[in-house]
Nanobody, 120 residues
Framework: QVQLVESGGGLVQPGGSLKLSCVAS????????MGWYRQAPGKERDFVAD???????TYADSVKGRFTISRDNAKNTVYLQVNSLKPEDTAVYYC??????????????WGQGTQVTVSS
């Protein structure tokens, strides 16, 4: 069994910052790519950023220069530093990870989401 648990969301004013965290736990042999997605009310879930096990990063155009993804492989944790927040960044942010279990089966896993609300 594998779990991803996000934290760090909240209510923030426009221009503010948050740091989201996601910890993977359970029957883990290796974690490959880790990433963040977000889903605003009434919209589809969109890609935000991802990072390979070697540290290579990719960002959605809408967050480049404002968001930074990082990971701590020793802690099975991925972070998303979100700066210069805008009201349109309001969404539930989901962590995703491609994980190889101890039985060598590889699957994509999702966290339960953390709400980020940007409002004055």
């Amino acid at each position: 069994q594998v779990q991803l648990v996000e934290s760090g969301g909240g209510l923030v004013q426009p221009g503010g910052s948050l740091k989201l965290s996601c910890v993977a736990s359970g029957n883990i042999f290796r974690i490959n790519d880790m990433g963040w997605y977000r889903q605003a009310p009434g919209k589809e879930r969109d890609f935000v950023a991802d990072i390979t096990s070697g540290g290579r990063t990719t960002y959605a155009d809408s967050v480049k220069g404002r968001f930074t993804i990082s990971r701590d492989n020793a802690k099975n944790t991925v972070y998303l530093q979100v700066n210069s927040l805008k009201p349109e960044d309001t969404a539930v942010y989901y962590c995703s990870a491609r994980i190889q279990r101890m039985d060598l089966l590889v699957n994509n896993y999702w966290g339960q989401g953390t709400q980020v609300t940007v409002s004055s």
